[in-house]
């Protein structure tokens, strides 16, 4: 063999040593990439669905000192839903406007609108948290509570004031009613699996034990 021979031999060599090196590199570089999407996939979240009403003491108490503190600790393996209906009901006479019975008059079935407007025009961390201080207590208003998300009022009120907002009211009836009719006590929660009667007083009593409990019996995760 001669010496260019040579030489291009130990070229074409370095050339397969250099181009094998930088495929090990691309592969291993894809791998990392893949187990990072694994890591960052979305968190396992336990759906619990809360129905109320806008002047329920019970729910206002709920809301306050159980819901939203656990909420706040578990928002990412929460998938929260609230249904501000509680024992109302709708009366549809032929030719007429439906008449809205609420639990307490008048004035909550107007807030159980406002509710269901705000969790339909807002985002869902941002509704909870208005909604959250609305249920502080019964003097909060709805100028105090929308304070820093001023930009989606026009749209709430407009909702709680029209069609949009009874519409919402009848959706979240029938959804109510699908659970049990009428509720046996307000707030009624759900947290995963089907209404149970018997776990009630428990939920509203400890819902972060039950939750936190409820997750791990899913996931198999503790929290």
Known sequence: MGSNESASSVMLLVIVMICSSIAVKVTSAKNVTDQSSNTLNKTDQLPVTIYYEALCSDSMVFITHQLY??????????????VPFG???????????????????????????????????????????????????????????????????????NCSQGEQGISLFKKFGNETDNVHRPLPFVPTIVADQPYDFYEQDDWLQHFEKKFVERYEEKFGVKL
């Open 87 to 157: 024992k109302a009901w709708v009366e549809e006479p032929p030719n007429e406007q439906p008449k809205l019975h609420c639990q307490h008059g008048p004035r909550e079935c107007q807030l159980n609108i406002l509710h269901g407007c705000i969790l339909k025009k807002l985002p869902p961390k941002k509704a909870f948290a208005v909604v959250a201080c609305l249920m502080k207590n019964f003097r909060t208003t709805f100028d105090q509570c929308i304070e820093g998300h001023e930009s989606f009022k026009n749209a709430i009120v």
């Open 69 to 82: 503190p656990s909420w706040l600790r578990h928002e990412k393996e929460m998938k929260l839903r609230l």
